[in-house]
């Protein structure tokens, strides 16, 4: 059923509903599809035959696929990779810079205030309960 130059379209994944040609068969269950889908291994399950067929012979590259959808009055489009930047590199910290000059220092050396610390509340309980206890017994 799918031979190569069979036109199908895909229903599974990132480019479903999209039209491609069987450019290769892999084996009972895959094939290499190519059009307006990416060129890729796919499932016999994923696609769905148009019954047409194009020109296109077995591991046919990108412009003879390219050529056979022309024909067909579709056009695709290539996509372009994206170019790679170069990454910034990291500048290494020297020690002469981590040193704080002493001028900042002096404004940031400010004594803290110091804030009283609360006793914590289950020893004050503690207290009570031990208060009331002597207070039953006598």
């Keep these: 059923m799918f031979e190569v130059g069979s036109l199908c379209v895909k229903l599974a994944g990132r480019d479903a509903g999209k039209k491609c040609v069987v450019v290769d068969v892999l084996d009972d269950a895959h ?14 399950r994923h696609l769905d035959p ?36 170069e ?22 050396a400010a004594p803290a205030k110091e804030k009283p610390v609360p006793e914590p509340e289950s020893a004050e309980k503690a207290d009570e309960s031990v208060s009331k206890d002597s207070v039953k017994k006598e």
């Design 87 to 108: 990454r910034p590199k990291k500048q290494k910290v020297r020690k002469s810079e981590l040193a704080v000059p002493e001028e900042k220092a002096s404004k940031k």
């Design 31 to 44: 094939v290499l599809v190519d059009g307006e889908t990416r060129r890729r291994k796919c499932n016999l």
């Design 50 to 85: 148009l019954g047409e067929s194009l020109d296109v012979k077995k591991g046919a590259s990108r412009a003879d696929v390219k050529k056979a959808f022309k024909a067909i009055g579709v056009e695709l489009t290539d996509s372009k990779p994206k170019k790679v930047g």
